[in-house]
Each structure stands twice: as structure tokens, then as C-alpha cells.
């Protein structure tokens, strides 16, 4: 897959495959129904304990972002559960304070981060509407 872990980051490895299938569930770089690596499969990939991969998909599947069936694997939740609007926005406004947090470290002008978000908006959309349109 393409996840990028940061050992000596302040995040928990489980929470960054959670946030990094979080983000790639609303890019629509998964979408719904697409089976995603098993958790064996996915440690040995990432070069983690299989528990911290196996805790990842549980909050996953907790917050309904993925589905487990018995004995069939992980799956992208056909209907992802957005939660209330309270929950979306302190989710959302604790991502928005790690962006702004990185790009202060790295020195970004308010204007580029601000055109980057716009231009990530912008190709999920695109990603999603091509998506939607296969198979038609």
C-alpha cells in the first residue's frame, strides 16, 4: 500500500494506519467494499507488531470507517459513518491543528497551505467522481 509511518513521530504507529486509512477512505483512494491487506499481511508490510495493526482496525471498525466480517478480512464499510456533527468537527479541527502545526515546522506561508488544501479538495473530489463513474 502506501503508508508512510513515522517511528520517532509524537503518534502512535496505530493511530497514523488509522488516520492514513481514514484519509485515503475520504480521497476515495479506497473506496467502499474494497478489501484492504490483511493484518499479518499488512505488519509484515509496514514492519510492525501484527497487534498494533490488529488495533488500528479495531478503532477503525469502531468509528464504522471498515467492516470485519468473521473470517472474511477487513473491509472499506459500504456506507462509512460520518457521526455527528460534533464529532465530525473535533475530528476535523484535531486534523486541521496537526496541519497547522507541520507547516509552521516547515515554515509555510498561510497562502500555500491554504492553496494545498484547496488543491487536495479539489483532486479527492475528482478521484471520487471518477469512482463513481466506472463501470458506467
Request: glycine share 10%.
Amino acid at each position: 500500500m502506501w503508508f508512510h509511518l513515522d517511528p520517532s513521530g509524537g503518534t502512535p504507529i496505530y493511530l497514523q494506519i488509522v488516520d492514513q486509512i481514514k484519509q485515503a477512505v475520504a480521497g476515495g483512494i479506497l473506496r467502499p467494499g474494497e478489501r484492504l491487506p490483511s493484518t499479518r499481511d499488512l505488519a509484515i508490510e509496514l514492519a510492525v507488531n501484527p497487534n498494533t495493526v490488529i488495533k488500528a482496525y479495531q478503532v477503525l471498525e469502531r468509528e464504522g470507517i471498515i467492516e470485519i466480517p468473521r473470517g472474511r478480512g477487513a473491509f472499506v464499510a459500504a456506507s462509512p459513518r460520518v457521526g455527528s456533527e460534533e464529532e465530525r468537527a473535533r475530528t476535523l479541527r484535531a486534523s486541521v491543528e496537526r496541519l497547522v502545526a507541520e507547516a509552521y515546522r516547515l515554515g509555510c506561508a498561510d497562502e500555500e497551505v491554504i492553496a494545498m488544501v484547496r488543491s487536495a479538495l479539489a483532486a479527492a473530489r475528482a478521484r471520487r467522481a471518477g469512482r463513481t463513474g466506472e463501470g458506467s
